[in-house]
């Protein structure tokens, strides 16, 4: 049973908030979430990695009773090997998108993440700029839209994602599509009413813990939806977008000096 004064759930972006710029997760940060556990509470990880990379992920937070992937549209399980959500975007819907973003903003380069097997590549036009080229495959446009998605990233060549980000929200008709950014300098679509705080839900649904009783922490623009749903805390980096800091209950330490860990550590001896 969990103390009156602890959360009764834990959930945490990786990149840039457990996992710092070298692409590891500390020592200090591991054992504070075992004895996060210890304490009797579970943890979630939320993450805008798409299911090819769950196997990446879990190894970054092995303490998770779920993870949340893909800016929330695949929802897994690990205590069960249950998947709670699997949502797609149909690649004619993502053809309208573009198409209606191309004809106010001018070229637009597009990447899709179609295939959810273990680091399977995703597809799309040719570009220096997408930071992991290993992951990428060239493929004709009109090939790739014809398959459902798990998201899609697109670029204008200012590279300016905050500006792309406001300037796609109000060009997509709600209820076609959402977008969001994760500091890759690429914006990200996904399905309807897919994000971070719609799939955060559905995991402490399973958990049976309500929104009052989370702790969240991140860095990014994604990060907001989680931030506005959940309630007993939410927590930002010192290293976070300005967007996400805004609204944040508090700022602890940036990723290098592993401000999650210490926070949930002085939490814990409080507790």
Same mark, same amino acid.
């Not at 799309?124 to 080229?133: I, K, Q, R, S």
């Not at 459902?148 to 300016?160: E, L, Q, S, W």
């Given at each position: ?7 009764? $759930? ?6 840039? *908030? ?11 940060? +591991? ?15 939320? *993450?805008?990695?798409?299911?090819? $990379?769950?196997?990446?992920? @879990?190894?970054?937070?092995? +303490? ?9 549209? @695949? ?9 709670? @959500? ?15 973003? #191309? ?5 637009? &380069? $597009? ?8 680091? %399977? ?15 990428? $495959?060239? =493929?004709?446009? =009109?090939?790739?839209?014809? +398959?459902?998605?798990? =998201?899609?990233?697109?670029? *204008? ?11 796609? =929200? %109000? ?8 977008? *969001? ?14 994000? &971070? ?14 929104? #009052?009783? /989370?702790? /969240? ?23 976070? +977008? ?30």
């Amino acid at each position: 049973m969990t103390s009156l004064n602890l959360p009764k $759930l834990v959930a945490t972006d990786l990149d840039g *908030t457990i996992v710092r710029p070298d692409e590891t997760v500390s020592g200090f940060t +591991h054992a504070v979430f075992d004895r996060v556990r210890a304490a009797g509470i579970p943890i979630v990880g939320v *993450t805008g990695r798409g299911p090819r $990379l769950e196997s990446l992920s @879990r190894m970054d937070l092995p +303490h998770a009773d779920l993870l949340v992937l893909g800016q929330g549209g @695949r929802v897994v399980d690990l205590r069960t090997r249950t998947v709670l @959500r699997d949502a797609r975007l149909p690649g004619a819907v993502v053809a309208n998108v573009i198409e209606q973003l #191309e004809s106010h903003l001018g070229p637009i &380069k $597009l990447i899709v993440e179609a295939l959810d097997g273990e680091r %399977e590549p995703l597809w799309g036009d040719e570009t220096d700029e997408w930071p992991y080229p290993d992951d990428l $495959l060239v =493929k004709d446009r =009109k090939w790739a839209l014809r +398959h459902d998605v798990i =998201k899609a990233f697109i670029r *204008t060549p200012t590279g300016d994602a905050d500006r792309l980000l406001d300037e796609a =929200k %109000e060009i997509i008709v709600p209820g076609v599509a959402e977008v *969001t950014h994760a500091g890759l300098g690429w914006v990200e679509i996904t399905p309807p009413d897919v994000n &971070k705080g719609t799939g955060l839900a559905i995991a402490a649904q399973a958990l049976g813990v309500k929104p #009052e009783e /989370v702790l /969240v922490f991140g860095d990014m623009p994604n990060d907001i939806p989680m931030f506005q749903w959940a309630g007993w805390r939410r927590v930002a980096v010192e290293n976070a +977008h300005p967007a996400l800091a805004a609204i944040a209950d508090e700022i602890t330490f940036s990723v290098e000096r592993d401000g999650v860990a210490v926070y949930l550590d002085e939490m814990l001896k409080r507790a």
